[in-house]
């Protein structure tokens, strides 16, 4: 009842109850434990460990009854304590009714697992008797397995000396088989009765002291000896390729036969071989002329690059196969087969050269790159067995490359020439009336452009040779000297050199018998071109070929801008004077033409200007506009206001004119002689082929000089009367006043023009003048 109580007085849901401060929930009733489990086994530990000890706690471990039951009189009312006990009635008989329920619900379980367990120790029991007795059978077959051991290890020894025995006689019944294999493979295979033989010759030359191996050993040797002699026969045929060749040497080695004769042998029939390639190839070549006469040979069947295939995957392809078997088969003896290799591949490379100089057209220079790529790459594998090659070989590549230069240098001279005679044809072709063909400025624009492209073209070919991918162009020669001493010096400094020396020469050259001269007006168009070239133009192909073959630091010396400038300038010099001296002789001859045809004594008065000097005027006026067209103005000297005014004296007194005319009469003569001396004292002196300059004044003043110096020569040797006097009077007047405008300074053909006037005066039977009035009436009505 004490405990009811107690339960009763637990169980209550008052506030004030031990187990309403631990174990009620939020809602203020009393709330039942977690389960019969959690009140069976207690709380956790650790709940235990952190909960601390409470001696009113029913389910702690630390509860104490008559704590509890004192402290739950002390504080519960009766009714409370009554209610927790009817509860705690109940939930006996609750528990009560579930265990009854579970014992019968597991009953037989519990039945059957008793009767299993029971049934298991049984079984283990027979099986740890089983156990026992198969420990005895394996006890038992043990023993049997050993005796059985024994008697098989003794049985094994008796096979392995079965197996000896039988081996044996297996050598043996091969050793007796010997001699019959070797005869009959030694005619269909004797690579196969070789083996055979070597491999029965230790054994036999081992027991050759019994008679039946010795027999059988000279048998084998009979028959290997008649081997040996059919391939030496074999040996000497032409018709065997370096496969056949080196194996039937290997052949002749393995029977022991002597290498120094087999080596003499080899290389006799691989030399066969080569030469056979050889004359197919020289058989492609034209034969030469043993007399020597210069002719065309006909053109090559095949091209270069087709050539060098052949010869390279024939010929050389041979010799690098024969080289290597020849190494393979006698170690490193090399003291006949590099003499030998040296021989051939110096006339394969002779041969190749003879080839280089059919190609006599420029062609396709891609193509003669590529043969030339091919020809070096293809002939590594040569030259690891002939190194001393390596130089020929890049030798003949050099000289193929500086003869295809030289022969773009031979192009461009003929395009040069060419495009000459198409300038020289334009200004030679007649002019239909008013249709006016190509003017100088075309046709030096068209010239210099076309020479400079051509040369563009050309350097863009060659520049084949150095291209990235061409193995050759990693040779020494093509990063240098072919760059520099080939194609800037051979061809491009060549070329402009040549091409101021052609210009040139149309100034110096004496004109062959029969041949026309040169038009003056190619001579003022090739003046110009020079003079471009030395302005600009070469300063720019050098540059370029600077880009594209740029010089090394270490290499040769090169020609400099500047040398080459002062030849193009010295050319256009020469070819300008050239120019004013063939036009000033051509007025001066029809000056000349005019003195000396006319009768000076018998001359009627004067009433016109002569033609001659209308003809004069007009061809200064064309070679004005001529010169116009190529060269600037020029610089003239400041001219006087009464230039085309001035009256000219016939006593040549330019600063007193008129003075001694008036008082000039038979009876009071003046030494006109000594006047005219003491004007050339006070006269500046004319330098009448002095070197012109770039531009139109100075040319037109050279040109005037010379026509004018010719004129005064020719009066000075005539004889003139009134009337002629007169006449040169009008003429002079007539030049002067048209050509003062053409001349740099009015001066030169004043003092000219005076010298004439004065010349005429002094050769005057009768030194009469004209009025000057007259005189300008003249010359403006003509």
Not at 95 to 100: G, K, N
Not at 511 to 540: F, K, M, Q, V
Request: hydrophobic share 40%.
């Amino acid at each position: 009842m004490a405990a009811a109580t107690a339960g009763s007085g637990a169980g209550s849901g008052a506030s004030d109850s031990p187990e309403a401060t631990g174990g009620s929930s939020g809602g203020g009733g009393w709330r039942r434990p977690h389960g019969p489990l959690q009140r069976y086994y207690g709380p956790s530990t650790a709940e235990a460990a952190e909960a601390p000890p409470d001696p009113t706690d029913i389910n702690g471990p630390h509860f104490d009854p008559e704590v509890f039951m004192t402290k739950v009189r002390s504080e519960c009312p009766l009714g409370q304590l009554l209610a927790r006990e009817a509860a705690l009635s109940r939930e006996i008989r609750a528990l009560d009714s579930d265990m009854q329920t579970l014992l019968y619900e597991n009953y037989n379980k519990f039945i059957s697992a008793t009767d299993t367990i029971r049934k298991m120790k049984v079984d283990f029991r027979h099986m740890e008797a089983e156990m026992d007795d198969l420990a005895a059978n394996m006890a038992a077959i043990s023993a049997s397995s050993a005796r059985v051991s024994a008697a098989l290890q003794d049985r094994h020894r008796r096979g392995a000396q079965l197996a000896g025995v039988q081996a044996l006689l297996r050598k043996l019944q091969a050793l007796v088989e010997v001699p019959g294999r070797l005869r009959r493979w030694a005619g269909t295979e004797p690579a196969r009765a070789l083996r055979c033989h070597a491999r029965a010759r230790a054994v036999l030359r081992h027991y050759r002291h019994l008679p039946s191996f010795r027999a059988i050993e000279d048998e084998s040797h009979a028959i290997m000896a008649e081997l040996a002699q059919r391939l030496r026969t074999r040996l000497r045929c032409e018709t065997l390729d370096p496969k056949e060749l080196t194996e039937c040497v290997e052949m002749l080695l393995q029977l022991e036969e002597p290498a120094e004769e087999l080596s003499e042998e080899f290389l006799s029939q691989a030399g066969a071989r080569l030469e056979a390639e050889l004359a197919a190839l020289e058989a492609e070549l034209p034969a030469a002329d043993p007399s020597g006469t210069a002719t065309t040979p006909p053109p090559p069947a095949s091209d270069i690059l087709d050539f060098v295939d052949r010869g390279s995957s024939a010929f050389v392809g041979t010799l690098c196969q024969l080289a290597s078997s020849y190494r393979a088969l006698f170690g490193g003896d090399s003291g006949r087969l590099e003499p030998f290799a040296a021989a051939l591949a110096a006339r394969y490379f002779a041969l190749l050269e003879r080839r280089l100089a059919l190609e006599r057209g420029l062609g396709d220079t891609s193509l003669l790159v590529r043969a030339l790529d091919r020809f070096h790459r293809r002939l590594r594998a040569l030259l690891e067995l002939l190194p001393a090659g390596a130089d020929a070989a890049a030798a003949l590549v050099a000289r193929a490359a500086r003869e295809r230069v030289d022969r773009y240098l031979r192009a461009l001279q003929t395009f040069f020439l060419g495009c000459l005679g198409d300038v020289r044809q334009a200004l030679a072709a007649p002019r239909p009336p008013g249709k006016e063909g190509p003017g100088l400025p075309d046709l030096l624009a068209t010239l210099a452009a076309s020479v400079l492209g051509q040369l563009k073209a050309v350097l863009a070919y060659v520049q084949l040779f150095t291209a990235r991918d061409v193995a050759f162009a990693s040779l020494p020669y093509f990063k240098g000297e072919f760059c520099v001493t080939a194609v800037r010096e051979g061809l491009v400094v060549a070329f402009v050199r040549w091409l101021c020396r052609t210009a040139r020469g149309f100034a110096d050259g004496p004109a062959e018998r029969g041949a026309p001269a040169a038009p003056p007006a190619l001579l003022l168009l090739l003046s110009r071109l020079c003079l471009d070239y030395e302005n600009s133009t070469i300063s720019y192909i050098l540059t370029l070929t600077d880009e594209q073959f740029p010089p090394q630091d270490s290499g040769p010396a090169v020609t400099p801008g500047p040398a080459l400038c002062a030849e193009a300038r010295a050319a256009a010099q020469r070819l300008l004077d050239h120019y004013v001296q063939v036009q000033g002789a051509a007025v001066a001859q029809m000056l000349r033409k005019s003195v000396e045809t006319r009768d000076w004594l018998g001359t009627v008065e004067p009433r016109n200007v002569r033609a001659v000097m209308k003809r004069v005027v007009e061809d200064i006026t064309a070679i004005d506009v001529q010169v116009g067209q190529l060269f600037e103005e020029g610089v003239r000297r400041a001219q006087s206001s009464d230039s085309s005014r001035r009256a000219f004296s016939v006593y040549s007194s330019s600063r007193a004119p008129g003075r001694y005319a008036p008082s000039y009469t038979p009876s009071a003569p003046m030494d006109t002689h000594l006047l005219s001396n003491i004007q050339k004292l006070f006269s500046e002196r004319i330098d009448i082929f002095s070197p012109v300059e770039f531009n139109k004044v100075s040319v037109l003043t050279g040109i005037i000089k010379i026509s004018l110096k010719t004129l005064l020569e020719c009066v000075r040797l005539r004889t003139l009367g009134r009337f002629g006097l007169q006449q040169v009077q009008v003429d002079g007047h007539y030049l002067q006043l048209y050509l003062w405008r053409f001349a740099s300074d009015e001066r030169v053909v004043q003092g000219l023009l005076d010298e004439v006037a004065a010349s005429a005066a002094h050769r005057c039977l009768d030194p009469v003048p004209m009025e000057h009035s007259v005189v300008e009436l003249i010359c403006e009505r003509g």
